[in-house]
C-alpha cells in the first residue's frame, strides 16, 4: 500500500495542472488581499470609526439577536458570548485585531476553502478517469495487486492533497496579510461559556479551517466517485462544482419539509455550530455528522463496487 500510494504522490505532482492550482492559489490569496488594500486606502480615508465604535455596535447587533425567537441552544450561545466578550472589550479597554491585520487574515482564512474543495474535485474526479482517458487503466489493473487497493491508494492521495492544500490556505493568508497589512494590534479572546479569556487566533483558524473540511471532504468523495463511474473527469467536475455552489439553496427550498434534516448540503458546513448561523433549526452535530458518514459509506461503496468488479478490458 505504501508503494502505490508513493506512486500515486508521485504522479499527481508529475503533471503540470497541480502545480498551477498550487500558483492559482497563492494569486487568488494574494489578490484577494492587495484589492483589499486598496479599497480599503479608498473608502477609509475620511472614516473616522474608533474600535469601540465597531464594538459596541456588534454588542448592540448580538443583544437584539438573542431577543429573536426560536434560538437554537447553539445559536444562543453563540450569542451570549458576542456579547460578553464585546462587553469585555469596552469595559477593559481591549481592542480586538484589525480587519486589515495579518491576525484577521488568519481568522479569516476559513471562507477561502471553497477554492479547496473546487481543486479537490478537479483532482478527485480526474485520478481514476485518467486511467482511461490515457488508456493506462488496462495497463493498471493488471498488475499483481487487488483492485481495492488501488482505488484505496488514489482516494488517500487525494484527502491528502486536500489537507495539503487546506493548510497552504492557511498559510498564504497569514503570508498575504503580513506582506499588505503588517502584524496589528489587538487581541483574541474566546468564550468558555462561562467567561471570557485569551485565546491562540493560530488554534482558532485551524479550528475553523478543520470544521470547514467537511464540505472538502463529502464533495471530493463525490466527485470520486463520478470519476470511477462514469470514466469522465469533465462531467464528474462540472456536476460536482455545480453541486457546490447550488446544493445551499435546495436548504431553503426544503427547509419547511423534514428531509431537509437528512440532505447532504444540510450538513456540510459545521461551522455553523460554531459561528451561531444555522439555516436548518433542531439539527446537532452528531446528526451532521451521522448524515455525512452515511452519505460518505453510499459513495464509497459504490465506487469500490463499480471499480473491482469492471471488465478489465473497459
Known sequence: MHKLLQNEWMKLWSRKP?????????????GSAGITKWNNSV????IQETWQ?????????????????????????????RV???????????????????????LDSYMLMSIVTLFTVIVAAG???SEYSQGTIKMLLTRP???????????????????????????????????FFGIGEGSFLTWNGSEVADGSYWLEAFKLAALSFASVWIIGTFAFMLGTVLRSSSFAI?????????????????????????????????????TGFMPVAGITMTLSLVVLAAYFA???????????????MA
Not at 497541480?18 to 494574494?30: E, G, P, Q
Not at 447587533?61 to 453563540?78: D, I, R, V
Not at 489537507?163 to 498575504?176: E, K, R, W
Not at 453510499?298 to 478489465?312: K, L, P, Q, T
Open 238 to 274: 462540472g456536476l460536482s462544482i455545480f453541486l457546490m455552489f447550488t446544493g445551499i439553496q435546495g436548504v431553503f427550498l426544503l427547509s419547511r419539509y423534514e428531509i431537509v434534516k437528512y440532505y447532504l448540503f444540510t450538513h456540510t458546513d459545521l461551522t455553523q455550530y460554531y
Open 43 to 46: 473608502s477609509n480615508a475620511n
Open 53 to 81: 465604535d465597531v464594538v459596541s455596535a456588534e454588542r448592540e447587533f448580538n443583544q437584539s439577536m438573542l431577543s429573536t425567537s426560536g434560538l437554537s441552544p447553539a445559536q444562543k450561545e453563540f450569542y451570549e458570548g
Open 298 to 312: 453510499v459513495f464509497m461503496a459504490i465506487s469500490y463496487s463499480v471499480f473491482v468488479s469492471r471488465d478489465v
Open 127 to 129: 485520478i481514476v478517469a
Open 145 to 179: 495487486v487487488k483492485r481495492w487497493k488501488i482505488l484505496t491508494s488514489k482516494y488517500i492521495t487525494v484527502l491528502i492533497f486536500a489537507i495539503l492544500f487546506a493548510v497552504l490556505t492557511v498559510l498564504f493568508s497569514a503570508l498575504a496579510g503580513l506582506l
Open 84 to 106: 460578553a466578550i464585546a462587553e469585555y472589550r469596552l469595559e477593559n479597554k481591549v481592542a480586538p485585531f484589525e480587519y486589515t491585520s495579518m491576525q484577521q487574515q488568519v
Open 18 to 30: 497541480t502545480w498551477i492550482m498550487v500558483i492559482l492559489l497563492a494569486l487568488l490569496i494574494f
